[in-house]
């Protein structure tokens, strides 16, 4: 079961790597195929989960996605300044 927890996990990063690429000026070389790439594995963890989060309930698919917006908030605090 932790494995299944692990990948889960990673989905919803994938989710929120998937977001910040959205947010990346529309003349960023790179932007479409790092986009096209990351949902490739977004795709295949999904694919490894699919029973456990097409059975989740209306609850359960909003913590879902609760932890991704949280994640994104995480990421958009990042101050990278002083790097």
């Known amino acids: ?18 977001h910040k ?3 990346l000026d529309g003349n960023v070389l790179f932007k479409q195929k790092l986009k096209q790439l990351t949902n490739n594995y977004y795709t295949f963890i999904t694919r490894l989960v699919e029973g456990v989060t097409d059975n989740m309930d209306l609850e359960e698919g909003e913590v879902y996605v609760e932890m991704v917006n949280e994640l994104d908030k995480l990421v958009n605090s990042f101050k990278l300044d002083k790097v």
């Open 1 to 18: 079961m932790k494995s299944i927890e692990q990948i889960i996990q990673l989905q919803l990063l994938l989710q929120s790597v998937i």
């Open 21 to 23: 690429i959205e947010d």
